[in-house]
């Protein structure tokens, strides 16, 4: 069972940047593909950022592509969501997902495991 814990959300200024870190216990996740959602008040979950299990491809949504950056660290088990130019459509709940797929996926029902999520909060 893989357990997923996100941390590195709070309130910034329109403009600023986060890093939100997802860690991971359990078996490795080396051989998951990884991903980012989030969700905002009143609206549905909706797919950020997916990486595949090597790394070496990554999947942007439309609004989030250029300013974020997904990656993992496979030594220290961890994703990690590098967030700029953040605007105050980015406030949401974020969540990170393993998936037991290769490739990186935008779909939430290929992803196995969900962490309990982190808030992120723009100020305008």
């Known amino acids: 069972q893989v357990q997923l814990v996100e941390s590195g959300g709070g309130l910034v200024q329109a403009g600023g940047s986060l890093r939100l870190s997802c860690a991971a216990s359990?078996?490795?996740?080396?051989?998951?593909?990884m991903g980012w959602f989030r969700q905002a008040p009143g609206k549905e979950r909706e797919f950020v950022a997916t990486?595949?299990?090597?790394?070496?491809?990554?999947y942007y949504a439309h609004s989030v592509k250029g300013r974020f950056t997904i990656s993992r660290d496979i030594a220290k088990n961890t994703v990690y969501l590098q967030m700029n130019s953040l605007q105050s459509e980015d406030t949401a709940e974020y969540f990170c997902?393993?998936?037991?797929?290769?490739?990186?996926?935008?779909?939430?029902?290929?992803?196995?495991?969900w962490g309990q999520g982190t808030q992120v909060t723009v100020s305008s």
């Open positions: 997902a393993a998936a037991r797929v290769p490739h990186g996926t935008i779909w939430q029902y290929d992803y196995n495991y």
């Open positions: 359990g078996p490795t996740i080396s051989s998951f593909a």
């Open positions: 990486i595949s299990w090597g790394g070496g491809m990554t």
